[in-house]
């Protein structure tokens, strides 16, 4: 009786009972010191030739580019080539874009390619559909050699021999009915437009496959005689795998571990060939935090998601390089933030094995990348990168603005028209533009630093875009009013500006209208050629950090409210970014329209609430 024994993470199946060094566990040894090289997973001392191989038949997500980064990295750290292929021999299920889509992803992540379709090279064509003369000769090779057959079985005999084999408990391999054609009879129906498909003949025996990963893979039944070129003429993935990467001189196969129980397929060929293997290393599957495996259906996105919301390219392949791999034991934190350069400098052959958790660690990443490149670059050099995504989340929530189309969340519920100075302008922005292009870029870049993605950023300065409503100065008056018991400054009598009628006296106890006449005063006197943050700051900072406030909780010690008073006037109270590079951004006309218009509401709900206005 078998007794079976599983094995966790992709290879979750139950097996023969082996002797243990059939699968054995590895045991990797992080380093400590980014500096230094892992003792497991050196890297080759001659060049390696790597390929990242997908098929059209969907779009680029996370986990492919994973594989592509890997071999890339692989690459470039020995001084290697790094080979795009297409793999597109299963016609059925191509997606139209999917080609041009894939070279637009990997080229906005920073992976490029030193042969390829689209370049060439000097072991081309590089897309299977144009290889196909060449997957003929290898079958044909095979044919003669005794190692394959032709095989005239229907599709329909084999649905039935597949229904007989599960309803009688046996395993669904093919039967080798068409093997025992004689090849002269086979030559021959073929020659005659039989339609056949070509099946490797299979010696029976169980093939060890060495891996990287998993060191040692041994499947628990022999391969059966599997289809190598299709009916309609085109190669299988798995021929059309080998011959490609033998030809193409492939030194390192990385893929997914989906694959490792399909490599036996592939080291029978080798062997068939004679030609020698490449080094394979399968990589842990990409689950999410219900241990499933990453799809669409899971809200599990591609590549175009991350660039469309606003995510770095450095900070997304940051990220996945770090599913499944790592610095070493206990290297955590700013240690792992690089930069593509960095990453081929520490790269190592020493992946985690099993099943990956993706985590919220992009979020710290894109943190510590804005970061960096800010310093290194200036606030343009993450804002060249992300101003079209910004663009983009702007005119989606312009149009629905003045569609009324929006949802009841959305942040358009609380902004007004686009400003005037941020209104597109025909000399400088695309006809079909809704917002000018430039000042969207200041706005982005006064508040680099709190830069996340273009969703949050859009939101936390929507008033650097539009105007706010009146309705939201007057709910947050009242939100912000029944707080306070009062509010005083506490400014030395003797640096009040005396030329100003409205400013208070000396501990006076103060009203929000008298606040903002008195920052209006502040204000106006500033000429339009000088309304810089040089000039604005030390302008209204004495008087801001002068107010003070208690409350009506109870504790009656004072609390310096100058800037929640100023948020009010220029946001209404909303979370944001700096005020006073707000102001400056804004401009004295749009900024002193928010004061009278705050001035205004401030004065009618003093009123209305019967604050004393004497």
Known sequence: MINPFVIRGPLCRSLSARPPHILKRCKFSGRTKTADKPKNGPLPDTPARTR?????????????????LYSYLLAKATGGQFLLRIEDTDRARIVPDAERRLYEDLRWAGLNWDEGPD?????????????????????????????????????????????ISIQEGNPTTYNGTCSHIPPDVSARRAANGEWHCVRFKSDGQRLIVDDLVYRRYVKPEPEDDFVIMKRDGYPTYHFANVVDDHLMEITHVIRGAEWLMSTPKHVALYNAFGWQKPLFAHLGLLVNQHKQKLSKR????????????????????????LLGWSLGKGVKGQQEVMDLEEMVNRFHLSFTKGDITVNDKHEFLQRAHVKRISKSLGPEGVSNIVLPVAEAHVRKYEEQRRSGSAPADSIVAEVGPVLSLAQARPSHDSTDAIISRDHLKKALESDILHYKDAETYVSRNRYLIWQVPEALYR???????????????????????????????????????????TLRDLLEKIEDKHWTTDVIEPAILPFIKSLYATMKSGDSKPLAWGYHLLRWVIAASTPGPPLI???????????????EMASEVARSMELESGVNQS
């Open 119 to 163: 370049i060439g090279g000097p072991y081309g064509p590089y897309r299977q559909s144009d290889r196909l003369e060449i997957y003929k000769k290898y079958a044909d090779q095979l044919l003669n050699e005794g190692r394959a057959y032709r095989c005239f079985c229907t599709p329909a005999h084999l649905d039935r021999m597949r229904s």
């Open 581 to 595: 590079s707000s102001i400056a951004l804004l401009g004295k006309e749009e900024t002193m329209r928010r004061i």
């Open 52 to 68: 990242f191989a997908p098929s059209p038949t969907g779009y680029v997500h996370i986990g492919s580019l994973r594989t592509a």
């Open 475 to 517: 709910s947050s008056f009242q939100k912000e009013l029944t707080k306070l018991d009062e509010i005083r400054t506490i400014r030395p009598k003797e640096n009040i500006d005396e030329e100003s009628s409205s400013s208070p006296l000396e501990s006076e106890k103060l009203r929000v209208s008298d606040f903002v006449a």
């Open 298 to 321: 899971h809200g599990d996105v591609d590549i175009a998601s991350w660039r469309d919301r606003g995510i770095l390219p450095v900070t997304l392949l940051n990220y996945v390089m």
